[in-house]
């Protein structure tokens, strides 16, 4: 699968911003989608995910209540909506896809994810 991000940018604290993951190159096969993000010094970290049915979603601790996970299955894109942003949650953030038959699950490690995006930068600051 071919996986592009969109929407990062810089911000001030407590502005929103839209990131989009746009998906190609799959058929029906199911999929988990999970957004993940990577500061300067730091590892990897899990954001959010979202399973193949939908129904399991999954937060990051600290994005709870600012952050949501959608999709749009007509436009095989996902989508991390971003609101009160802090500095805190300056990184590269990537979208990453799970080929599964585990229909109702996601995961917030990056195994068992096999396909990447190249990443968008977000920036919080005045």
């Known amino acids: 699968l071919q996986l592009v991000e969109s929407g990062g940018g810089l911000v001030q604290p407590g502005g929103s911003l839209r990131l989009a993951c746009e998906i190609s190159?799959?058929?029906?096969?199911?999929?988990?989608v999970g957004w993940f993000r990577q500061a300067p010094g730091k590892e990897r970290e899990g954001v959010a995910c979202i399973s193949f049915t939908g129904h399991n979603i999954q937060y990051l601790d600290s994005v709870k209540d600012r952050f949501t996970i959608s999709r749009d299955n007509a436009k095989n894109t996902y989508y991390l909506q971003m609101n009160g942003l802090k500095p805190e949650d300056t990184a590269l953030y990537y979208c990453?896809?799970?080929?599964?038959?585990?229909?109702?699950?996601?995961?917030?490690?990056?195994?068992?994810?096999?396909?990447w995006g190249q990443g968008t930068q977000v920036t919080v600051s005045l």
């Open positions: 190159g799959f058929s029906r096969d199911p999929i988990a």
């Open positions: 990453a896809s799970e080929l599964t038959s585990a229909q109702a699950k996601c995961e917030m490690t990056a195994p068992p994810y096999d396909d």
